[in-house]
């Protein structure tokens, strides 16, 4: 698999490149963005197997996603159905993807007991009601947290490309997982760039724009910030197949010739 290294700057373009992709067809990267957000909720109240079940299929909806969002790139015509596209595209695989990606997740709260005893464990499981401020001040509960970051890191590496991969190439799950983190590796200069690009464009420049609409109006501050994850969600989704896009750039034109 062919993996093009990329400098800092280019981190900062995924999200102006997602902006672009979505303005394109905006109706539709919305209905798609949302309704994968909605299956999985929808999967997960499920009694006793719904979290489970959501996990496996995350990668699936996942993978419809982005279909979408090359559909509109190329200039093809797709419709609602993209998103249901992923269980046409190695099904078994994308399904193995969640299962392992589920599994180093639920390792690494586990492993985040050591510090705190289960506390934030039992936060992220549902498992017993745990009030969140008691949680905070219990001993251990600030290094669980730095454990969890440090160990969710590799685990996130793992599965960001991993859909694509398995989906588009039709790679194996191990396999796809195992590049998909070579590829995060070699690209951690523009990948901490995209981060402080989401930082500044989803959490300090709307909660800044809210805080002043606030100060002139309450009524106006809550009217710009109850449709705001309408049109963040989506182009946040397309950033992330602008940076697959970036990445696999040689393979994909490959997988494009004739």
Do not use: H
Not at 26 to 35: C, K, M, N, Q
């Amino acid at each position: 698999m062919q993996v093009r290294q990329l400098p800092l700057a280019r981190g900062f373009a995924w999200l102006g490149e997602g902006l672009v992709i979505w303005r394109r067809n905006p109706a539709l990267l919305t209905f798609a963005s949302l309704g994968y957000l909605l299956m999985l909720v929808v999967l997960s109240v499920v009694p006793l197997i719904g979290q489970p079940l959501a996990s496996l299929l995350m990668p699936v909806f996942s993978l419809g996603v982005l279909n979408t969002c090359r559909e509109i790139d190329e200039g093809r015509k797709a419709g609602p159905d993209m998103l249901f596209s992923g269980f046409q595209q190695n099904l078994r695989g994308l399904v193995t993807i969640g299962a392992l990606y589920l599994a180093g997740s639920l390792l690494v709260l586990f492993l985040t007991s050591i510090a705190d005893g289960g506390t934030l464990l039992q936060i992220m499981t549902g498992g017993e009601k745990v009030d969140p401020e008691a949680a905070a001040g219990a001993p251990g509960f600030t290094s669980a947290l730095l454990i969890a970051i440090a160990l969710s890191t590799p685990v996130m590496m793992a599965y960001w490309f991993a859909p694509i991969l398995a989906g588009w190439w039709n790679i194996p799950p191990q396999k796809a997982m195992f590049f998909s983190f070579i590829a995060c590796l070699r690209n951690w200069r523009p990948f901490l760039a995209y981060s402080v690009a989401l930082m500044i464009f989803c959490v300090l420049l709307p909660g800044l724009v809210i805080g002043m609409l606030g100060l002139i109006s309450p009524t106006l501050a809550t009217l710009f910030s109850v449709p705001l994850p309408v049109l963040l969600i989506p182009i946040v989704f397309a950033s992330f197949y602008a940076n697959a896009r970036d990445v696999f750039r040689d393979a994909l034109d490959e997988r494009r010739e004739p």
